[in-house]
């Protein structure tokens, strides 16, 4: 059986967001499963000694433009959150509870939910009762997600994806791996889907 | 009459040699011109604070394996320079040079042979021996090239590009302006034609 497409990402990425809408399409399109795997990108981020893209002076300006105008090509919504860069780490630990708790599906959803609060909304998501809400507008229970961002199993679950993300030399979000082939960044999901029609070139 | 698109690059980049190759036709299908822009890309990545991607480790690793990639996939020869990193300000000089002496056509042909004899026969683009041998290869005078090496007005054209580019936000290569609009990297070249298309979204 054809392997899983991993799709890591951060919840706080404009771009992560966006290559969201795209990749289990591409996956299911090609008989494929994408599985999503949220990390802590700015610890990766720092051990390159990279910034996030908005801190940058021209790289940024760029970038939140890009951002908006991909948006607009897919008919995403999007709005840069303000204040950007809120801690996502909260929420992604929430996520990998939802994941074990009640699988994949609710888990995407609650993930979705979340970005589309950030991205969208202006949540604040690094707030316990926002995330409570979230949960509860995907049918999972409040108190019970409210009690995960503070278990040190699922927050473990974060560290271990971040660490494996960090050995395997994942950097970036969106980063899309096919059968051992790195692909990073949402403008490169075209390749990503050549690739699955090719089997590789 | 249709504005002329701006193609910054530089010589060294891998990403503006690949771009190099589809530019002019994307411009053309859509009735315009591409102006070729070289650029000190170092000293504007120096004012962000970024290095080449290469000298990242994770970063680096996998950009070396998406140029190798998409080369491959559009049938561009491609090897990365051993050593990399070669100085590109003479070959840049006398390209704008050629551009005045010559006109654009003899100077696009001039940077084409430069990043082909620098990315595929690992030529030392910074000697100005190979810049002759390069130039009289494109049938301009070897002779002359060299002297232009050192020509403060072409060097000071250069440089006043560099400092148009980072004035205007042009942090990358290839970086591409269109009407105003800016598009960064090899891998937004279809917004760009798509952009020409639709005018603008």
């Not at 503070?150 to 993300?165: F, K, N, S, V």
């Amino acid at each position: 059986m054809a392997q899983d497409i991993d799709f890591w990402f951060t919840f706080g990425s404009p771009a992560g967001y966006l290559a969201s809408h795209r990749i289990d399409e591409i996956a299911v399109r090609h008989g494929r499963k994408a599985r999503w795997r949220p990390f802590n990108i700015r610890s990766v981020l720092a051990q390159e000694g990279i910034k996030p893209n908005i801190l940058y002076e021209r790289k940024g300006r760029y970038t939140r433009h890009d951002w908006e105008r991909t948006a607009r090509l897919r008919g995403i919504p999007f709005r840069l959150p303000d204040p950007f860069l809120r801690p996502t780490l909260p929420a992604m630990t929430v996520f990998y509870w939802v994941a074990d708790e009640l699988g994949e599906g609710p888990a995407k959803a609650f993930a979705q939910a979340v970005m589309r609060a950030y991205f969208v909304d202006n949540a604040e998501i690094d707030e316990p009762d926002a995330l409570a809400l979230i949960a509860e507008g995907c049918g999972i229970d409040g108190d019970k997600a409210r009690m995960a961002i503070e278990d040190r199993t699922y927050r473990e679950r974060l560290d271990a994806a971040t660490t494996e993300a960090s050995r395997i030399g994942v950097w970036g979000s969106p980063f899309v791996i096919v059968d051992g082939e790195p692909f990073w960044g949402e403008d490169r999901l075209d390749q990503v889907d050549l690739w699955l029609t090719r089997g590789g070139w």
